[in-house]
């Protein structure tokens, strides 16, 4: 629509013809207004019966909420109007009649249960703060694939339609492919290692993954968006350091471009970028301090792995993002090269946020007969995977990278609740549709 206005550059002395969705009509006897929404904005439609023709107002003040219209007419200024303008009209066209009943209400005065919006997801997004959470979404990627470009990295595409499994068969979606069994790929993991090592050196991806995880958490998801980043000739630190670049710039974009959206959630005002050095805890600390918090039941001991109550306890005495290193051999995949001053100690790390993990990583073993190793001891056939391992043979660098959730980085962000609030349609346990 060419002569289509948005609300928000609506001006006094213009003629316009909006385009956008009934949003609310107030009928105060002998003068009513519509108000008309659009993706930038509301504006106040003004009706005055005795002054305009019938039919006219009878389509205007008739017409079901949330359906869709065209309003033609002048634009007026009106300093008691919610924008300070409003339209007198003199055309109004109905494009799509909403139904009179609605299953949840997109002005926001009647709150609806997380269940009923996913639902009617569509309906929900009508909503300036839940769109909010989306356009955030988007500038937060902007930022994250902005920085990587600065660090050098090329942007690629791995299959989500694998053999096998990156961590083996366990959390693994099956599907059929061609009379074959195949598997929704848990990570891009195998094959960015394969692209550092083919010349590209230092990749990034944004996509999907799946692990069929039997939970039913606020934090957990069956398909989720990992940010991924893989560089040959970096170690476990320089992979830190890039890490801590992405969620920087991940903050600063939405500080940057999403002001409105963020004043819309009631943000503006308490939004911080984190500040450069995240602190480094290597796995033993890490213990130490949460064993010191005394919050939890029994005290940890080396070897475990650490439990949400656990989480939380280090992530509130220490307070802000910090990274967890030197994490057991056994406990990471087989991937995870081991420190070289103790075969005990891996390269892992892990970002947490005070809330919750956001990231996994490491220094990746390169060394073939190393990896072999690593897949029989975590009791893997190696022959399964030799479309991978093979590729370690014909001279792969030493290289190191990580996984960053997306919609954690997002929730812990925002400060939502549960992680389905930044997705827009969540596959979970219960949820298949829409």
């Known amino acids: 629509m060419e002569s289509r206005t948005y609300t928000a550059e609506a001006t006094p002395g213009d003629r316009v013809t909006l385009a956008g969705w009934v949003h609310e009509i107030r009928d105060l006897g002998g003068i009513a207004f519509l108000i008309l929404r659009d993706t930038t904005g509301k504006i106040q439609i003004k009706f005055e019966k005795d002054a305009m023709d019938d039919e006219l107002v009878e389509t205007g003040l008739n017409v079901h909420r949330e359906s869709v219209i065209t309003v033609t007419g002048d634009v007026e200024e009106e300093d008691r109007a919610p924008t300070g303008v409003e339209v007198i009209p003199d ?18 005065k009647v709150d609806a249960e997380l269940p009923t919006r ?34 050098g990295c090329t942007e690629i595409n ?10 083996g068969g366990t959390e693994l979606f099956p599907v059929t492919y061609f009379g074959r069994e195949a598997f929704m790929n848990q990570s891009p993991q195998l094959f960015k290692q394969l692209m550092v090592g083919s010349g590209l050196e230092r990749v990034f ?46 903050y600063e974009s939405v500080a940057d471009n999403c002001e409105e959206q963020l004043d819309a959630l009631g943000l503006a005002d308490e939004f911080e970028v984190p500040e450069a050095g995240f602190p480094r805890l290597s796995y033993e600390e890490a213990i130490e301090r949460i064993n010191a918090t005394g919050e939890l039941d029994e005290q940890l001991v080396w070897g475990d792995d650490l439990p949400t109550e656990a989480e939380r306890a280090l992530g509130n005495d220490v307070g802000e993002h910090y990274f967890i290193t030197e994490w057991p051999s056994e ?15 891996s390269t892992g790390f892990d970002l947490m946020h005070p809330r919750l993990e956001l990231v996994s990583g490491g220094q990746r073993e390169h060394r073939h007969e190393h990896l072999i190793a690593g897949f029989e001891q975590q009791g893997l056939e190696p022959e ?36 389905r609030e930044a997705v827009l349609f969540p596959r979970d346990r219960q949820r298949l549709s829409p």
């Not at 989720?224 to 170690?235: G, Q």
């Not at 391992?389 to 812990?412: I, N, Q, S, V």
């Open 118 to 151: 996913l639902d009617n997801r569509t309906l929900d997004l009508r909503k300036e703060e839940v769109k909010a959470i989306f356009e955030i979404r988007s500038g937060m990627l902007r930022g994250v694939r902005e920085q990587f470009r600065s660090l």
């Open 331 to 345: 406990i990471k995949p087989f991937y995870i090269k081991d420190t070289d001053h103790d075969t005990e100690l």
């Open 91 to 108: 055309e109004i066209d109905v494009l799509a009649e909403a139904d009179p009943e609605l299953p949840l209400d997109p002005s926001g």
């Open 384 to 419: 399964a995977f030799e479309y991978y391992t093979k590729m370690f043979r014909y001279g792969m660098p030493p290289h190191a990278g990580w996984g960053l959730g997306g919609e954690r980085l997002l929730m812990t962000m925002l400060g939502l609740e549960n992680i």
């Open 158 to 167: 791995t299959p989500k339609i694998v053999a096998t499994g990156t961590e």
């Open 205 to 250: 991806e944004i996509g999907p993954i799946f692990r069929a995880e039997e939970h039913n958490t606020p934090r957990h998801l069956n398909e989720a968006t990992s940010i991924d980043f893989e560089s040959a000739f970096f170690d476990a630190s320089d992979a830190m350091d890039a890490c801590e670049r992405i969620v920087i710039a991940a």
